[in-house]
Protein backbone atom coordinates (compact mmCIF):
# COMPACT_ATOMS: atom_id res chain seq x y z
CA UNK A 1 0.00 0.00 0.00
CA UNK A 2 1.13 3.35 -0.42
CA UNK A 3 2.95 5.42 2.13
CA UNK A 4 0.29 8.22 2.28
CA UNK A 5 -2.13 8.44 5.78
CA UNK A 6 -4.75 5.51 6.26
CA UNK A 7 -7.34 5.03 8.41
CA UNK A 8 -7.68 1.75 10.52
CA UNK A 9 -9.49 -0.01 12.86
CA UNK A 10 -9.03 -2.88 14.94
CA UNK A 11 -12.27 -4.86 15.57
CA UNK A 12 -12.21 -7.33 18.27
CA UNK A 13 -14.68 -6.92 21.33
CA UNK A 14 -13.13 -8.97 23.77
CA UNK A 15 -11.28 -10.88 25.83
CA UNK A 16 -9.53 -9.71 27.80
CA UNK A 17 -5.58 -11.38 27.07
CA UNK A 18 -7.26 -11.17 23.33
CA UNK A 19 -7.42 -7.56 23.29
CA UNK A 20 -3.95 -7.43 24.85
CA UNK A 21 -3.02 -9.50 21.79
CA UNK A 22 -4.68 -7.84 19.33
CA UNK A 23 -2.49 -4.75 20.04
CA UNK A 24 0.59 -6.19 18.07
CA UNK A 25 -1.34 -5.03 15.00
CA UNK A 26 -1.59 -1.25 16.42
CA UNK A 27 2.29 -1.44 17.84
CA UNK A 28 3.96 -2.85 14.18
CA UNK A 29 1.74 -0.24 11.71
CA UNK A 30 2.44 2.98 14.22
CA UNK A 31 6.43 2.02 14.17
CA UNK A 32 6.53 1.78 10.61
CA UNK A 33 3.97 3.91 9.86
CA UNK A 34 3.47 6.69 12.94
CA UNK A 35 1.29 9.03 10.56
CA UNK A 36 -1.30 6.27 10.05
CA UNK A 37 -4.37 7.04 12.10
CA UNK A 38 -5.64 3.56 14.59
CA UNK A 39 -8.50 3.13 15.57
CA UNK A 40 -9.99 0.31 18.05
CA UNK A 41 -13.59 -1.17 18.76
CA UNK A 42 -14.22 -3.32 21.92
CA UNK A 43 -16.61 -3.72 24.74
CA UNK A 44 -16.82 -0.90 27.56
CA UNK A 45 -15.29 -3.16 29.94
CA UNK A 46 -11.99 -3.72 27.97
CA UNK A 47 -11.15 0.25 27.44
CA UNK A 48 -9.25 0.82 30.03
CA UNK A 49 -6.58 -1.86 28.93
CA UNK A 50 -6.34 0.23 25.82
CA UNK A 51 -6.57 4.18 26.84
CA UNK A 52 -3.72 4.88 26.88
CA UNK A 53 -1.61 3.13 24.68
CA UNK A 54 0.63 4.93 22.58
CA UNK A 55 -0.18 3.46 18.98
CA UNK A 56 -4.08 3.41 19.91
CA UNK A 57 -5.53 7.00 18.06
CA UNK A 58 -9.30 6.52 18.78
CA UNK A 59 -11.34 4.09 20.78
CA UNK A 60 -14.93 2.93 19.94
CA UNK A 61 -16.95 1.86 23.16
CA UNK A 62 -19.20 -0.93 22.38
CA UNK A 63 -22.21 -1.72 25.47
CA UNK A 64 -21.48 -5.31 25.82
CA UNK A 65 -25.10 -5.57 27.81
CA UNK A 66 -26.80 -4.63 24.40
CA UNK A 67 -25.15 -6.59 22.29
CA UNK A 68 -28.91 -8.65 21.13
CA UNK A 69 -30.27 -4.70 20.29
CA UNK A 70 -30.21 -4.70 16.80
CA UNK A 71 -30.77 -1.03 16.65
CA UNK A 72 -27.86 -0.56 19.03
CA UNK A 73 -25.89 -2.90 16.68
CA UNK A 74 -26.61 -0.86 13.85
CA UNK A 75 -26.30 2.17 15.51
CA UNK A 76 -22.16 1.34 16.27
CA UNK A 77 -21.86 0.11 12.39
CA UNK A 78 -22.92 3.17 11.01
CA UNK A 79 -20.58 5.29 13.54
CA UNK A 80 -18.01 3.14 11.62
CA UNK A 81 -19.36 3.54 8.58
CA UNK A 82 -18.72 7.52 9.06
CA UNK A 83 -14.95 7.05 9.51
CA UNK A 84 -14.66 5.65 6.14
CA UNK A 85 -12.32 2.98 7.26
CA UNK A 86 -9.07 2.48 4.62
CA UNK A 87 -8.56 -0.83 6.54
CA UNK A 88 -10.69 -3.03 8.79
CA UNK A 89 -8.97 -6.12 10.75
CA UNK A 90 -12.16 -8.22 11.51
CA UNK A 91 -10.38 -10.55 14.25
CA UNK A 92 -13.37 -12.57 15.20
CA UNK A 93 -15.46 -14.79 12.43
CA UNK A 94 -18.56 -14.01 14.26
CA UNK A 95 -22.13 -12.35 12.61
CA UNK A 96 -21.56 -9.21 14.93
CA UNK A 97 -18.50 -8.43 13.42
CA UNK A 98 -19.14 -9.42 10.02
CA UNK A 99 -22.09 -7.03 10.28
CA UNK A 100 -19.88 -4.66 11.46
CA UNK A 101 -17.09 -4.60 9.11
CA UNK A 102 -19.76 -5.15 5.91
CA UNK A 103 -21.67 -1.94 6.82
CA UNK A 104 -18.66 0.34 7.86
CA UNK A 105 -17.62 -0.76 4.49
CA UNK A 106 -13.94 -0.85 4.58
CA UNK A 107 -12.00 -0.09 1.51
CA UNK A 108 -9.59 -3.30 2.54
CA UNK A 109 -10.40 -5.72 5.15
CA UNK A 110 -8.55 -8.61 6.77
CA UNK A 111 -9.23 -11.44 9.55
CA UNK A 112 -6.64 -13.11 11.86
CA UNK A 113 -4.60 -15.66 10.38
CA UNK A 114 -4.92 -19.15 12.05
CA UNK A 115 -2.51 -19.68 14.66
CA UNK A 116 -1.44 -23.44 13.89
CA UNK A 117 1.22 -24.20 16.18
CA UNK A 118 2.46 -20.13 16.69
CA UNK A 119 1.61 -17.79 19.19
CA UNK A 120 -1.55 -16.13 18.94
CA UNK A 121 0.45 -12.77 18.37
CA UNK A 122 1.96 -13.82 15.81
CA UNK A 123 -1.41 -15.03 13.99
CA UNK A 124 -2.42 -11.05 14.96
CA UNK A 125 0.47 -9.96 13.49
CA UNK A 126 0.24 -12.17 10.12
CA UNK A 127 -3.41 -10.52 9.53
CA UNK A 128 -1.35 -6.79 9.93
CA UNK A 129 1.38 -8.08 7.77
CA UNK A 130 -0.86 -9.12 4.80
CA UNK A 131 -2.17 -5.48 4.53
CA UNK A 132 1.27 -3.43 4.87
CA UNK A 133 3.95 -6.08 3.91
CA UNK A 134 7.05 -4.19 5.30
CA UNK A 135 5.96 -4.47 9.36
CA UNK A 136 7.98 -5.83 11.78
CA UNK A 137 6.70 -8.09 14.44
CA UNK A 138 7.84 -6.65 18.02
CA UNK A 139 9.67 -8.70 20.53
CA UNK A 140 7.66 -7.05 22.82
CA UNK A 141 4.04 -5.61 23.57
CA UNK A 142 3.22 -2.25 25.05
CA UNK A 143 0.50 -1.08 27.03
CA UNK A 144 -0.02 2.31 28.17
CA UNK A 145 -1.18 3.43 31.79
CA UNK A 146 -3.11 6.16 33.68
CA UNK A 147 -0.32 8.86 35.20
CA UNK A 148 -2.64 9.29 37.98
CA UNK A 149 -3.45 5.62 38.83
CA UNK A 150 -0.07 5.47 38.26
CA UNK A 151 1.21 7.65 40.88
CA UNK A 152 -1.68 6.52 43.63
CA UNK A 153 -0.62 2.85 43.53
CA UNK A 154 3.31 4.25 43.51
CA UNK A 155 2.33 5.93 47.15
CA UNK A 156 0.64 2.63 48.04
CA UNK A 157 3.44 0.43 47.51
CA UNK A 158 5.58 2.65 48.80
CA UNK A 159 6.57 1.14 52.42
CA UNK A 160 6.31 -2.51 51.30
CA UNK A 161 9.24 -4.73 51.22
CA UNK A 162 10.89 -5.51 47.86
CA UNK A 163 10.61 -7.89 46.24
CA UNK A 164 7.09 -7.05 45.23
CA UNK A 165 5.00 -10.11 44.24
CA UNK A 166 1.82 -10.32 42.10
CA UNK A 167 -0.75 -13.18 42.37
CA UNK A 168 -3.61 -13.63 40.94
CA UNK A 169 -5.38 -16.85 41.64
CA UNK A 170 -8.43 -15.95 39.86
CA UNK A 171 -11.33 -18.07 40.82
CA UNK A 172 -14.45 -16.20 39.38
CA UNK A 173 -14.80 -18.33 36.30
CA UNK A 174 -13.29 -21.62 37.44
CA UNK A 175 -16.69 -23.70 36.45
CA UNK A 176 -15.77 -22.46 32.52
CA UNK A 177 -12.24 -22.36 32.78
CA UNK A 178 -11.22 -25.26 34.66
CA UNK A 179 -7.79 -25.93 33.63
CA UNK A 180 -6.42 -22.67 33.88
CA UNK A 181 -7.23 -22.69 38.57
CA UNK A 182 -4.15 -23.27 40.57
CA UNK A 183 -5.39 -25.20 44.07
CA UNK A 184 -5.40 -22.19 46.50
CA UNK A 185 -3.38 -24.58 49.10
CA UNK A 186 -0.27 -24.43 46.31
CA UNK A 187 -0.80 -20.80 46.44
CA UNK A 188 -0.51 -20.93 50.18
CA UNK A 189 2.54 -23.34 50.11
CA UNK A 190 4.38 -21.17 47.21
CA UNK A 191 3.50 -18.25 49.02
CA UNK A 192 5.06 -19.23 52.15
CA UNK A 193 8.25 -20.47 50.38
CA UNK A 194 8.43 -17.32 48.54
CA UNK A 195 8.70 -15.43 51.38
CA UNK A 196 10.72 -17.52 53.49
CA UNK A 197 13.54 -17.51 50.49
CA UNK A 198 12.95 -13.86 49.34
CA UNK A 199 11.34 -11.65 52.23
CA UNK A 200 9.12 -9.15 50.14
CA UNK A 201 5.48 -8.80 50.11
CA UNK A 202 3.02 -10.82 48.02
CA UNK A 203 0.06 -8.60 47.22
CA UNK A 204 -2.42 -10.54 46.35
CA UNK A 205 -4.88 -9.06 43.40
CA UNK A 206 -8.54 -9.82 41.75
CA UNK A 207 -11.70 -8.91 40.91
CA UNK A 208 -14.63 -8.00 43.15
CA UNK A 209 -16.54 -11.29 43.12
CA UNK A 210 -13.12 -13.28 43.76
CA UNK A 211 -12.29 -10.87 46.90
CA UNK A 212 -13.81 -13.76 49.51
CA UNK A 213 -11.60 -16.68 47.98
CA UNK A 214 -8.46 -14.70 47.52
CA UNK A 215 -8.71 -13.78 51.49
CA UNK A 216 -8.48 -17.34 52.09
CA UNK A 217 -5.07 -17.95 50.17
CA UNK A 218 -3.87 -14.26 51.69
CA UNK A 219 -4.90 -14.77 55.14
CA UNK A 220 -2.67 -17.96 55.52
CA UNK A 221 0.30 -16.37 53.58
CA UNK A 222 2.72 -14.12 55.87
CA UNK A 223 2.33 -10.90 55.65
CA UNK A 224 0.34 -10.55 51.75
CA UNK A 225 -1.56 -7.79 51.43
CA UNK A 226 -4.71 -8.69 49.82
CA UNK A 227 -6.16 -5.75 46.98
CA UNK A 228 -8.79 -7.88 45.22
CA UNK A 229 -11.50 -6.11 44.87
CA UNK A 230 -10.23 -2.63 45.90
CA UNK A 231 -8.51 -1.64 42.39
CA UNK A 232 -9.56 0.26 39.55
CA UNK A 233 -8.23 -1.70 36.20
CA UNK A 234 -5.96 1.66 35.78
CA UNK A 235 -4.86 0.62 38.90
CA UNK A 236 -4.48 -2.74 38.51
CA UNK A 237 -2.15 -1.79 35.30
CA UNK A 238 -0.70 0.37 37.69
CA UNK A 239 0.52 -2.39 40.66
CA UNK A 240 1.19 -4.82 37.81
CA UNK A 241 3.87 -2.58 36.14
CA UNK A 242 5.46 -1.71 39.36
CA UNK A 243 6.09 -5.71 40.63
CA UNK A 244 9.22 -7.79 40.75
CA UNK A 245 7.47 -10.79 39.53
CA UNK A 246 3.77 -11.56 38.33
CA UNK A 247 2.07 -14.99 38.66
CA UNK A 248 -0.93 -16.02 37.37
CA UNK A 249 -2.75 -19.15 35.57
CA UNK A 250 -3.43 -18.54 32.05
CA UNK A 251 -5.89 -15.55 32.47
CA UNK A 252 -6.34 -11.56 31.30
CA UNK A 253 -4.45 -10.39 33.98
CA UNK A 254 -1.17 -12.60 33.10
CA UNK A 255 -1.54 -10.66 29.43
CA UNK A 256 -1.92 -7.64 30.62
CA UNK A 257 1.29 -8.03 33.16
CA UNK A 258 3.76 -9.39 30.11
CA UNK A 259 2.40 -6.68 27.94
CA UNK A 260 3.56 -4.33 30.70
CA UNK A 261 7.07 -6.03 30.39
CA UNK A 262 6.64 -6.72 33.72
CA UNK A 263 8.71 -10.22 34.63
CA UNK A 264 5.65 -12.59 34.38
CA UNK A 265 5.10 -16.47 35.23
CA UNK A 266 2.55 -18.45 33.54
CA UNK A 267 0.79 -21.94 35.39
CA UNK A 268 -0.81 -23.82 32.18
CA UNK A 269 -3.14 -26.84 32.19
CA UNK A 270 -5.38 -27.20 29.67
CA UNK A 271 -4.24 -24.25 27.24
CA UNK A 272 -1.07 -24.57 24.96
CA UNK A 273 2.07 -21.85 25.95
CA UNK A 274 2.79 -22.49 22.23
CA UNK A 275 -0.18 -20.55 21.45
CA UNK A 276 -0.73 -17.96 24.89
CA UNK A 277 1.61 -18.21 26.82
CA UNK A 278 2.56 -14.43 28.31
CA UNK A 279 3.90 -13.24 25.28
CA UNK A 280 7.90 -10.79 25.22
CA UNK A 281 11.01 -11.60 26.55
CA UNK A 282 10.11 -11.30 30.34
CA UNK A 283 7.50 -14.26 29.98
CA UNK A 284 7.80 -17.82 31.57
CA UNK A 285 6.13 -21.02 31.61
CA UNK A 286 5.59 -23.96 34.04
CA UNK A 287 4.19 -26.96 32.12
CA UNK A 288 1.86 -29.75 33.92
CA UNK A 289 4.00 -32.85 35.12
CA UNK A 290 1.69 -35.14 33.41
CA UNK A 291 0.59 -36.32 29.74
CA UNK A 292 -3.06 -35.11 29.91
CA UNK A 293 -2.54 -31.27 29.32
CA UNK A 294 -3.29 -28.89 26.59
CA UNK A 295 -6.75 -29.77 25.73
CA UNK A 296 -8.58 -26.34 25.24
CA UNK A 297 -11.39 -28.10 26.81
CA UNK A 298 -13.57 -25.83 29.46
CA UNK A 299 -14.64 -28.85 31.42
CA UNK A 300 -12.11 -31.27 32.82
CA UNK A 301 -13.92 -35.37 31.24
CA UNK A 302 -11.37 -36.12 34.21
CA UNK A 303 -12.64 -34.25 37.35
CA UNK A 304 -15.09 -36.05 39.26
CA UNK A 305 -17.93 -34.98 41.06
CA UNK A 306 -16.88 -32.56 43.63
CA UNK A 307 -13.66 -31.87 42.53
CA UNK A 308 -12.24 -28.25 41.64
CA UNK A 309 -9.13 -28.58 40.08
CA UNK A 310 -7.88 -30.31 36.96
CA UNK A 311 -5.04 -33.14 37.13
CA UNK A 312 -2.92 -31.15 34.52
CA UNK A 313 -3.21 -27.99 37.44
CA UNK A 314 -2.54 -30.18 40.19
CA UNK A 315 0.61 -32.14 38.52
CA UNK A 316 2.49 -28.72 38.88
CA UNK A 317 3.71 -28.46 42.67
CA UNK A 318 4.84 -25.49 44.37
CA UNK A 319 8.75 -26.52 44.36
CA UNK A 320 7.65 -26.50 40.68
CA UNK A 321 7.21 -22.93 40.16
CA UNK A 322 10.12 -21.88 42.47
CA UNK A 323 12.61 -24.07 40.51
CA UNK A 324 11.30 -22.13 37.72
CA UNK A 325 12.19 -18.48 39.66
CA UNK A 326 15.58 -19.98 40.74
CA UNK A 327 16.99 -21.26 37.58
CA UNK A 328 15.58 -17.87 35.48
CA UNK A 329 17.15 -15.96 38.37
CA UNK A 330 13.33 -14.03 38.07
CA UNK A 331 14.16 -12.86 41.38
Keep these: MADETKKILILRFGALGDIVHTTVIAQAIKAKYPHYEVHYCCESRYVHV ?19 DFSYNLEIALKLRHEHYDVIFNLTNAFRNNFMTFIANPKEKYGKVPRGHKHVVYAFFLAAQKAFPKLKQPK ?35 KNRQGRTWPAKYWVEFGNLLKQIYGGTILVSGSPDEKDYHKTIADKIDGAVLLSGELSIAESMALFSLCDLFISGDSGPLHIASGLGVKTVGIYGSTNPENVSPYGQNGYVVEPMIECKYCWQKECAKLKEGQKHTPCMKSIKPAHVLNLINSKKLL
Aim: charged content about 30%.
Design 50 to 68: LQHNPDIDKIIEFDHKRKK
Design 140 to 174: NLRLGLDSAALEKMKSRVSNFAHPLIVFSPGGQTD
